[in-house]
């Protein structure tokens, strides 16, 4: 049974690999499962002469490039169990489920900044992507101290289009409301971002670890109460607040890039929640890059330049994001929560002003928040980033991640207070830089 979903060119045949009994693929058994597919075969050529690479380094599913005599695709199929944790740390296969929804509707609200699904098979999991060339992870290409000229603009108009479009300031209520009802659904998933990026990061618990040298530093976060106070409220927000569809995992590891484009990848953990998340996942990390520069660039006069740029991203995501959010607050704003019928259809489209405003600060305060909490969590947590990790040196490392720790706190801890960019960035640049 074929059926056409949002994007014109995306077929999802529901037996398409024709077994309904889940079996996790093999570098050689790719072939043969999916060389009968016609679809796949019409795209890369005959699979008699499929070369299969199995390129997954993320935490939950495998990734298989396969390149045939006319094309690449990427073959993504979820595991039953965290990759990152093995079998003992169960997970169910629906995840794939979730993800072609979110692929398909963050594609649709911010177009050209998705790879296209080609297909989706629910009982194997398993989704058939766009391969995306030349572009690397954007961690990778920042660990590197790579300059990417418009990646601050792609990444900001983004967000000002994925956020806005999928909430009640745009879409009609009745398609959001049902969506919130679909993505509820992602629970096991949201339970992961509810459990490891707010409570275990600020507990004592079997899954966190972190880098000798910061023993110290863990108990401290763990005894400060007005952090724990800051990740409670906001872990409320996250888990009630229904404001619009999220990526959900926006780290600097779901974004691919080359020198003219940049691309989003990776929306298994898409839920409805505070468009500050999205935004603080991504500036968070950034910020992580910068504390990681001084020991990938071997001195804190070596890294200036990039670290810099760094802040110059961070800057200019937040100055694009809120640029574009206006203008689709003044041209999009059709949704119940647009207010349309209070101010313009009464003659006071100043009033609509005072509220856009109101609201770019309260998302700014929901990022700077939840930005601080992604750094204590990569650090303290369960899921690292290859930033600090790729620092081979024990010292370095914890004195670089202390660092990041300070300033995430303060990030988080006094939210309410910082009210621009500059200040957030000022604030990191005021830590220093290890060495
Ligand atoms: C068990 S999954 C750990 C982390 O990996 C994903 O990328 C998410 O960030 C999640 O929190
Ligand atoms: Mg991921």
Known sequence: ??????????????TALGNTVYEPLRVDTVSLRLGGVAQIAD???DPGGWQVMEVGD?????????TGERGRIVVKQALPYVRAAGESWPLSLNRAYFEQHALTRLGQRAPDRLPQLYLFDPAQALQVIEHLYPHVILRKQLIAGKFLPGLALQLGTYLARSLFRGSDLCMPTAQLKADVALFLGNSELTGITEDLFFTDPFCECSRNRHTPGLDADAAVVRRDRELKIAALELKCRFSTVRQTLLHGDLHTGSVMVCDA???????EFASYGPMGFDLGSLLGNLWLAYFAQVAHRGSVEDCAAYCSWILQVVAE???VFAAEFSQLWRTERNGILGGKDLFELQDDP???EIVLQSTLQAIWKDTLGYAGLEMH?????????????????????AACARKALAAGRQLTVYRRSLKTVAQANALVAGQGLAC
């Open 1 to 14: 049974m074929l059926q056409t979903a949002g994007s014109s060119n995306v077929l999802i045949e529901h």
């Open 43 to 45: 795209r890369i050529g």
């Open 58 to 66: 993320g935490n939950l599913n495998l990734v298989f490039i396969v």
């Open 261 to 267: 484009d940049t691309k989003i990848i990776d929306a």
């Open 317 to 319: 995501i937040w100055g």
């Open 350 to 352: 100043g009033g609509a």
């Open 377 to 397: 969590r990569r650090i303290l947590g369960f899921a690292h980033v290859a930033d600090f990790e790729s620092i081979a040196d024990d010292a370095m490392r």
